[in-house]
């Protein structure tokens, strides 16, 4: 009863703690707004004339057209980046296991580049979230494949599989990049190193769908999740189709990085250090691994956007370098922790 206590106190937190965060990354800019201003502006946009406007139009273009997009795409790369790693650590039973080391997000950027600088949108907007989803799957496979080749079947030697096949997709990204226009290259480098700068009402439903779907279905799969991190054998016996569940649970992460990479670019440690810093406030269930490691993705990834658009202003600072900054220094105080206990 007191875990279930402490886990819904943990919940309500959170919840609260993210909106006052969408409050404040939308509040906060070369341009202050009041957040009763934000509020205001949001009120009207769901109901005309409910709140007295006394704001002026320029700032309700900044706060509707450009702030809000933005913020609600950092919540949801945030949540699932840190969806896919619970889960990755799960299926692998490797603390360090993240889209970024397994080489996923690499495949989903190698995608959007090619979109980007050599196909072009022949798909209209379609086409970048799905080349990178290509990509992402298709490291996911030469990953899988590498392990089976070299008998990596253990957990720490498949992690080490995808750090090798990242370089040679990023390797292979940055060939696409050398050949392309010069011109756009500048452009796909920042992108590269994150940033949420191109956010658009018109596109965020493409990650939105895909997060609630495959989010939901993951969470759905949460006694699979939690018989996975104690062995196959155990998770044999209970039923479970382990090398078909842990090959769909690629499949799913692979399409989540893939679309959040295309609209975000490459943001690491996300998925890598959210799950731990959950599992140390909730618990392992994956139950409770799961929403909560949604919910702290979201918010973090809002405050890093925060920190990158104020730290060096009026420069937009990429996200990339924010989170892996923050990511790598609050990773290493865990391993410390942990050595500690």
């Avoid at 992402?136 to 090798?164: E, K, W």
């Avoid at 959040?260 to 810093?277: E, K, N, Q, R, T």
């Avoid at 730290?311 to 900054?325: C, F, S």
Wanted: charged share 10%.
């Amino acid at each position: 009863m007191r875990r279930k206590g402490g886990t819904v106190a943990f919940v309500l937190c959170g919840l609260t703690l993210l909106l006052a965060s969408l409050s404040f990354a939308i509040s906060v800019g070369a341009v202050a707004v009041p957040a009763g201003t934000v509020w205001g502006v949001f009120l009207n946009r769901l109901s005309p004339g409910f709140v007295e406007q006394t704001w002026s139009q320029g700032r309700e273009a900044i706060v509707w057209n450009i702030r809000f997009p933005r913020a609600l795409l950092a919540m949801m790369v945030g949540a699932g980046l840190a969806l896919v790693g619970a889960s990755l650590q799960a299926v692998t039973r490797n603390p360090l296991a993240d889209p970024h080391l397994l080489g996923i997000s690499s495949g989903g950027a190698f995608g959007a580049i090619l979109a980007l600088l050599h196909t072009g949108l022949f798909l209209g907007l379609l086409t970048v979230p799905l080349l990178a989803f290509a990509g992402a799957l298709g490291a996911t496979a030469i990953v899988l494949a590498v392990s089976r080749f070299a008998d990596a079947t253990s957990a720490d030697r498949l992690v080490l599989a995808g750090v090798a096949v990242s370089f040679i997709v990023m390797a292979a990204a940055n060939v696409l990049i050398f050949l392309g226009d010069p011109r756009a290259t500048h452009t796909v480098v920042f992108w590269m190193l994150g940033g949420l700068g191109l956010a658009q009402w018109d596109q965020l439903i493409y990650p939105l769908v895909i997060l609630c779907i495959c989010g939901a279905w993951l969470v759905s799969r949460s006694a699979a999740l939690n018989a996975m991190t104690v062995g196959d054998e155990t998770a044999s016996t209970l039923g479970i189709p382990v090398a078909r569940f842990r090959l769909v649970v690629f499949v799913v992460g692979a399409l989540i990085t893939g679309v959040m990479v295309a609209f975000s670019g490459i943001i690491g440690f996300v998925g890598l250090m959210v799950p731990h810093v959950v599992r140390m406030l909730v618990g392992g269930d994956y139950r409770r691994v799961l929403p909560g490691s949604a919910l702290v993705g979201a918010i973090l990834l809002l405050w890093a956007d925060i920190a990158a658009r104020t730290v060096m202003a009026p420069e937009d600072m990429p996200i990339g370098i924010v989170t892996g900054l923050v990511g790598g220094v609050g990773f290493i105080w865990i391993l410390a922790r942990k050595r500690g206990a």
